[in-house]
């Protein structure tokens, strides 16, 4: 099995019995994989065409649709994290089109059609700017410049918590800019963003004390009657974990789930 593990580095499996989030059980107790990766942050790095990518036309009105994994996240029994389309608009858009939608504050995120990688998060300020946390250093850059072949989209809404005014939101972003490693309490690009708009600690590693009340549930809804859920004791796990899925690609990861399983 090590040899078609290749390409997800430092693998290991753990099973995890877990429930439905919501408390009510399903008929059949589903068991999570739990997925240990490196903390290599690839956000802007360029790669090869994958395995499952397919071309795909803009739509008149300028979107893309992509196939993409959806998640839902909770906490305890609180939905904190959505990222399904059936009841949330995933599309994504031209940088050139994005920027006539924004305002300062935003959340953005860039993804990339032709690879798997996590996408990008970036905060809007205003004028094409954006600040993001990029190989371990907080920076302003133009949006056109980063993009690089991604499109994106608002994701103001793709956490569940109260956002701050954009003003603090604005002063979070701006008052780390220049800080690089070793000065920062942020192991990605999302946690960071995200932490500028909602503010709350849980998005920086170490944030949060880890108890054994304090567990939060990640559905990986794979399709309409595969969702398998994944449990971790900190936010900041569950979003390395949940970017780390991404980086795999859906076709990759249905099938390391199924050598797991002893489908295969």
Same mark, same amino acid.
């Given at each position: 099995?090590?040899?078609?593990? =290749?390409?997800?580095? *430092? +693998?290991?499996?753990? !099973?995890?019995?877990?429930?439905?989030?919501?408390? &009510?059980?399903?008929?059949? $107790?589903?068991?999570?994989?739990?997925?240990?990766?490196?903390?290599?942050?690839?956000?802007?790095?360029?790669?090869?065409?994958?395995?499952?990518?397919?071309?795909?036309?803009?739509?008149?009105?300028?979107?893309?649709?992509?196939?993409?994994?959806?998640?839902?996240?909770?906490?305890?029994?609180?939905?904190?994290?959505?990222?399904?389309r059936e009841n949330e608009d995933l599309n994504i858009y031209?940088?050139?089109?994005?920027?006539?939608?924004?305002?300062?504050?935003?959340?953005?995120?860039?993804?990339?059609?032709?690879?798997?990688?996590?996408?990008?998060?970036?905060?809007?300020?205003?004028? =094409?700017?954006?600040? *993001? +946390?990029?190989?371990? !250093?907080?920076?302003?850059?133009?949006?056109?410049? &980063?993009?690089?072949?991604? $499109?994106?989209?608002?994701?103001?809404?793709?956490?569940?918590?109260?956002?701050?005014?954009?003003?603090?939101?604005?002063?979070?972003?701006?008052?780390?800019?220049?800080?690089?490693?070793?000065?920062?309490?942020?192991?990605?690009?999302?946690?960071?963003?995200?932490?500028?708009?909602?503010?709350?600690?849980?998005?920086?590693?170490?944030?949060?004390?880890?108890?054994?009340?304090?567990?939060?549930?990640?559905?990986?809804?794979?399709?309409?009657?595969?969702?398998?859920?994944?449990?971790?004791?900190?936010?900041?796990?569950?979003?390395?974990?949940?970017?780390?899925?991404?980086?795999?690609?859906?076709?990759?990861?249905?099938?390391?789930?199924?050598?797991?399983?002893?489908k295969e």
């Open positions: 099995m090590g040899n078609q593990l =290749d390409r997800i580095t *430092h +693998l290991n499996y753990s !099973e995890l019995p877990t429930g439905d989030p919501s408390g &009510i059980e399903k008929d059949e $107790l589903r068991v999570g994989v739990a997925y240990f990766f490196s903390d290599e942050e690839e956000d802007l790095d360029d790669r090869s065409q994958p395995e499952n990518y397919k071309d795909q036309s803009p739509s008149k009105d300028g979107h893309l649709v992509l196939n993409e994994i959806e998640y839902s996240a909770f906490c305890c029994q609180e939905c904190i994290f959505s990222k399904l031209s940088i050139k089109t994005l920027l006539t939608m924004c305002k300062p504050g935003d959340l953005l995120e860039l993804v990339h059609v032709a690879n798997d990688q996590p996408p990008h998060w970036t905060i809007y300020e205003g004028d =094409d700017q954006v600040i *993001h +946390l990029h190989k371990g !250093e907080i920076r302003k850059d133009s949006l056109f410049e &980063i993009s690089n072949g991604r $499109l994106g989209r608002i994701v103001n809404n793709r956490y569940r918590y109260r956002p701050l005014p954009a003003d603090l939101v604005m002063q979070n972003a701006c008052g780390h800019l220049g800080l690089s490693s070793g000065e920062i309490s942020w192991t990605n690009s999302e946690s960071f963003a995200a932490w500028c708009r909602f503010g709350k600690r849980e998005f920086k590693a170490g944030g949060e004390v880890h108890t054994a009340e304090q567990q939060y549930f990640l559905k990986i809804h794979l399709s309409k009657n595969n969702v398998h859920t994944l449990m971790f004791h900190s936010l900041e796990d569950l979003i390395r974990e949940r970017r780390k899925v991404d980086a795999t690609g859906k076709l990759r990861l249905l099938k390391e789930l199924s050598i797991v399983s002893g």
